[in-house]
């Protein structure tokens, strides 16, 4: 997992109720009342309509702008302009369902008679507001009874939060292998999807490969932990004292620091370079106060600059609409972060002639509450792209793990992030379900891929995120990013609707998989209609052709990556319906999606929605090319190199070797490689000196068709700067041929392979000439065929060692 150094938290404190408690400040006038926005409507579609088929023939309507599009399981239609529709003509188009005016809300003006202490607050600070959850704590569901095994580094069981000892009775009941057989036997695997997003697609972690097993993703917490500290708001006579949340940067304010008043510096927050520049001289003393200034416009260290030019020790900086973040400013004051919101309120007690005081003698090791975090609910830019390189779909689903308050050693609590923050949650909502139903000890019909399926299904979309800014994209973040979204525990114990195992890989063009199917039961009470809509995530064109990237052509990097529209043609079965108990196959036929280039990864979801109001979806992706052709050289250009001696000559200008292994020396070849893709087999063999590429033959036999045998390679190849046999061991060897090696990225260095000349049958080669071969499989590649692999072929001499 991935560790903040100091205490960062964020919550999401819904706006809507903040506008709420103004509302009911305000009279009730027509200030607060709706009005129609000329030739602006909303529609909506009808459920498991084509979404971009509408959209075009809309947009094609004289006079008809497009101005937002909405495509979510929530709702699905438009927001348009037009100069020659109204609302009867739009509602008139088949498959749209609803069309209104579009109304503008105007909200009353805030009273300045009124404390504003309210807004400011500080939430409890829980993440189970995402998820659901938190309903099922409401009702008394903990999960009682299930077992969850932590496959880590360890526990410490001491800690206080984890029951503070080991064996029957405590949180930490025991230590040993709980897992067994996997999945299939009973148990619900759920394993971290990995922390190399900047990688881009097909980066995922080992374990997350696993069949039948649960690969989680990383989504940001809506609500992070932070310490706060005590405002007092008091206003015409009338005192209120609040909990604030804030980050500090690096030092949190002294707990002695009480009573010290927060003063504004200007009372406008509307303008986003506060303090940017020098301040006006009629500037006061600021030595005694805690300065309130607004963020943006500059780094908050050249505010803090000018603050203390005018002697401020304490400053307290409220954000703008960007993630909030801590306040580093390598400067003389202490200085903290606080949401918008608590800033506007404290802004404004002051503007009605109030004040507030601050109180930070609450130990911020200790107090934590929650803190909005507007970069909230979307994947984490660390989070794994999957999926498998033989495009079998990973990750299944996401949780929160982005900025997750944490036990941590030594009885102690942190911050961290990461996706191993993200797979216990999912183990817990299975737990949760353990402990309603039982499991495989308590009962006879609990099935564990059945489980699996129900928290693959549950998931719900989140939006495509650049992992920087707040920037909404109108796409929804890809399946091998996040899975089918974010996991939701009412759906998992709730539903009365199952599904069958299934993911519809669709794989590559030239493997395409057209036809997917998933069994759908009713388990309930009464007779359910069931109807069936695709919902499109964002489609990347993954392969950088820019010949003025960095090493181009390659896969691209995340930061690369720009959502796309890639919407395969799906058939879908017409609308049935079930009776209790009763379980039907629904059958869909898929077309990849035309007309795109650069290795183009498309995937989304199959919604199933029922009459009862639950919707359930199955995850569908794949490759709109041809994997093998379009990947057929696997090696970038300039690769794999070969050198040898402590000089690292180049094998065009060197290719004799004595295996002189003294360190001054070094007279072995080196061989460097990088792979655009994953590798299914990496070959490193020799043949004699008459061999030529059509006498192969798989697997090669030593001794038949002019082959002498593979290469064991030195195991701590690039580890050293030069091979010395006083302080290595030659013998330390591993043999090729060598399987399922991650393809290469920019945090990957060259994979170095130094053979200092013994076989693989463990023998040394002899003086003589030979031909090395080094090559790599095609991805789907046939390893009987000679041109199904990427080769570095070269004739080399074996001098007598003298």
Partial sequence: MRGVNILLALSAIGGSAALERRGKLTAATDANSTLPLAKRYIIEFEPGSNHADLKTEIASRPGAKILKEFNSNVFSGLSVETTADNIDSLQAIKSV?????????????????????????????????????????????????????????????THPALGGGFGPGYKVA????????????????TIAAGNNGEEGPFFGSNGAAGKNVLAVASTEASI????????????????????????????????????????????????????????????????????LVRLGGCGPWTKAYRLEEYGARYI??????????????????????????????????????????????????????????????????????????????????????????????????????????????????????????????????????KLAMRIISSGGSVPWSDGSTTTDYGFWAPVPQVGTGMVNGLKVLNYTTSLSYAKFELNDTHHFSR??????????????????ALQDGAGVEMWQSD???????????????????????????????????????????????????????????ILISSSEGEQLSVPYYGLASDLKQDLKQQFPEGYPA?????????????????????????????????????????????????????KWVY??????????????????????????????????????????????????????????GRLGDGTQIKPGKYVMRFAVLAPFGDPTHADNWDTFTKPFTVLPLA
């Fill in 515 to 532: 036809y997917h199917s998933v069994d759908i039961t009713n388990n309930g009470q009464s007779s359910v209609t069931y109807r069936f």
């Fill in 224 to 291: 992070l932990a932070a310490p706060p500290f005590l405002a007092t708001f008091n206003l015409d006579g009338e005192t209120n004292t609040t909990k604030v949340a804030y980050l500090y940067g690096y030092y949190s304010f002294p707990t002695d620091l009480v009573g010290l008043p927060i003063v504004p510096l200007s009372g406008d927050m509307t303008v986003p370079d506060e303090a940017c520049d020098t301040l006006p001289e009629t500037t006061g003393n600021l030595s005694s106060v805690i300065s």
């Fill in 547 to 605: 010949p003025d990237a960095w090493s181009s052509p390659r896969i691209k990097y995340f930061e690369e990556l720009t959502p796309v529209k890639m919407t395969p043609q799906v058939s879908f079965p017409s609308a049935f319906t079930l009776k209790a108990g009763e379980t039907k196959t629904a059958k869909f036929g898929f077309n990849y999606p035309t007309g795109l280039k650069n290795l183009p990864l498309y995937s989304g979801k």
């Fill in 642 to 694: 070969s050198m040898s001696t402590r000089d690292y000559i180049p094998i065009d200008q060197k290719s004799n070797y004595t295996f002189n292994l003294a360190a001054d020396v070094n007279d072995f070849p080196i061989v460097y490689a990088r792979t655009h893709w994953g590798i299914g087999e990496l070959r490193w063999d020799i043949f004699d000196s008459t061999w030529t590429e059509r």
């Fill in 174 to 189: 025991g230590g040993y292998d709980f897992v067994g057989q996997g999945l299939d036997e009973g148990v619900v695997v």
């Fill in 316 to 449: 307290l900086f409220y954000n703008d609409d960007e993630p909030i973040q801590p306040p580093y400013t390598f400067s003389n004051s202490i200085t903290g972060t606080i949401e918008a919101r608590a800033g506007a309120a404290i802004i404004e007690t002051v503007k009605a002639g109030g004040n507030v005081t601050a109180d930070f003698s609450l130990d911020p090791e200790t107090n934590y509450v929650g803190m909005y975090n507007s970069a909230g609910g979307v994947p984490n830019y660390f989070t794994s792209w999957g999926g498998l390189y033989d495009l079998s779909l990973k990750p299944e689903i996401a949780a929160p793990g982005g900025d997750i308050f944490s036990t941590y050693p030594d009885n102690t609590y942190a911050v961290l992030s990461g996706t191993s923050m993200a797979t216990p949650y999912v183990a817990g909502v299975a737990a949760l379900y353990i402990g309603k139903y039982g499991g495989r000890k308590s009962n006879p019909n609990f099935n564990a891929k």
């Fill in 97 to 157: 369902s609803k069309a209104w005016s579009s109304n503008k809300l105007k909200l009353g003006p805030h009273l300045p008679t009124a404390s504003f202490s309210d807004d400011a607050s500080a939430p409890e600070y829980s993440v189970h507001y995402a998820t659901g959850v938190d309903k099922l704590h409401d009702a008394g569901i903990y999960g009682k009874g299930a077992v969850v095994a932590i496959i880590d580094t360890g526990t410490q069981y």
């Fill in 699 to 756: 697997p090669p036999v030593p001794g038949q068709n002019g082959y002498v045998g593979t290469v064991a390679y030195w195991a701590d190849s690039g580890y050293y700067y030069y091979f010395d046999p006083a302080n290595n061991d030659a013998n330390n060897t591993i043999s090729f041929p060598l399987k399922d090696i991650y393809r290469s990225s920019v945090d990957v260095g060259d994979q170095e392979y130094w053979w200092l």
